[in-house]
């Protein structure tokens, strides 16, 4: 494993810890600002909104950097962010922070993503977009309790120092262990590499050229249906957990654990099977998190079957997530914009599963609602998928970003 990869794992996990972390601290925040509950949650959806705009915005406004000095950038931009977080006087200033912080967010991991997997061998490119979202898969499972822990013994500020040191660190490791040639767009990667700075990108005009394609608007469409479903059932498990199955509301961390162990197995497998068929292999993810989802309305009220479909949702949900990367940049011929477009399809989709089963639970649908309504989005991002790969006969050469595509596995 590349240290770079490492490096970039690193800045993944203190990005997705800013993410998920002020879930387990918003009554905190909320009582230390003064601020009513719904003032605190827009901490949260402040968040992912500047997420799926800045991803685009960022990334084209800086297309004519050297990505690995993006990266580092952006990085930086992270840690100012929680630095203001961890300082703020008042509730603006709280604000400003997560949204200062969330504007990395999604060209972090699009560009990055393209980093990556430049730092491997092509029929490794999904395994090495795995290994950097691994930190994100991990975060997801220790950013709440991790949170909730620093801020009941230190107070919540102390939560958002510690990110903003780690911050530090992923800067520093980023800056020194990814290698230069791995953010260059124009010559082949090649340690032995140390020719001037080519690494600009094409400009926006170029970048926008690639979006002509059909299937990068397939695979974006199925991104946003995969999330989309997916989360549109995990935001309501709280209430499917307590209401149906009959847990209480301490059982709830440790449940939302295992689903989170779900997403780091899935990430990583789905990155493997990725690079022996891709296609396959999101087709696979997408019908088995649609069967699950199914699964979990019906058998909710037993404790024993919520635990393993709830770890399944995990898996199935985030297996996909590499092979979609890989896909989309392959298909946009390796522009950064399409990788950035992708996080900002997966959060769109993220906020209409969540709109939608709140709808299905306030139409009187129940607890169990929200699952058959998420089964329901992706069994329509699995159609669009499908309908994807039948169309792409073998798979189109990406010669801008990326050098030449050599995915022997996919039939993308």
Not at 205 to 226: D, E, H, I, N, Y
Not at 325 to 337: E, F, K, Q, S, Y
Request: with cysteine; aromatic share 8%.
């Amino acid at each position: 494993m590349p240290a770079g990869l490492v490096a970039l794992a690193l800045g993944s996990f203190g990005i997705g810890l800013t993410e998920f972390v002020i879930a387990g601290l918003l009554p905190q925040v909320g009582r230390s600002l003064a601020v009513s509950e719904a003032a605190a949650g827009w901490l949260i959806s402040g968040y992912a909104l500047t997420v799926a705009v800045g991803a685009i915005v960022v990334t084209a406004a800086t297309a004519r950097l050297h990505r690995k000095t993006v990266l580092t950038g952006l990085v930086v931009l992270f840690v100012v962010g929680n630095l203001l977080s961890a300082v703020a006087p008042n509730y603006p200033l709280m604000l400003l922070g997560r949204v200062v912080a969330a504007l990395c967010h999604g060209s972090f991991f699009g560009i990055g993503s393209l980093v990556a997997r430049r730092m491997v061998a092509p029929e490794r490119a999904s395994r090495a977009v795995a290994v950097m979202f691994a930190g994100l898969t991990v975060a997801n499972v220790l950013g709440v309790p991790f949170g909730a822990l620093v801020g009941e013994r230190w107070g919540w500020r102390a939560t958002f120092w510690a990110i903003t040191g780690m911050g530090v660190v992923a800067a520093v490791a980023i800056a020194v262990l990814v290698p230069r040639w791995a953010g260059d767009v124009n010559r082949p990667p090649s340690a032995e590499d140390t020719g001037p700075d080519t690494g600009r990108a094409d400009g926006l005009r170029a970048q926008l050229r690639a979006f002509r394609s059909g299937q990068v608007w397939l695979t974006l469409a199925a991104t946003a249906l995969g999330y989309g479903g997916m989360f549109g059932a995990f935001s309501y498990l709280a209430y499917t957990f307590t209401r149906v199955t009959g847990f209480t509301s301490t059982d709830v961390a440790w449940l939302l654990v295992v689903y989170g162990t779900g997403l780091v197995v899935g990430n990583m497998a789905g990155g493997r099977a990725a690079d022996r068929n891709r296609d396959l292999t999101l087709i696979a993810s997408l019908a088995g998190l649609t069967v699950t989802l199914t699964a979990f309305g019906l058998l909710a009220a037993s404790p024993t079957a919520s635990v393993i479909l709830v770890f399944l949702t995990g898996l199935f949900g985030f297996a996909g997530v590499p092979g979609m990367i890989t896909r989309v940049t392959d298909h946009a011929h390796g522009v950064p914009l399409a990788a950035s477009a992708n996080v900002s399809a997966s959060n769109i989709g993220n906020a209409l599963g969540a709109w939608l089963g709140g709808f299905a639970i306030s139409a009187g649908l129940g607890y169990t609602a929200p699952l058959y309504v998420g089964a329901a989005i992706v069994l329509t991002g699995l159609a669009v998928m499908t309908i994807a790969a039948r169309r792409s006969a073998r798979p189109e050469p990406a010669t801008t970003g990326l050098g030449p595509v050599q995915d022997r596995a996919s039939t993308s």
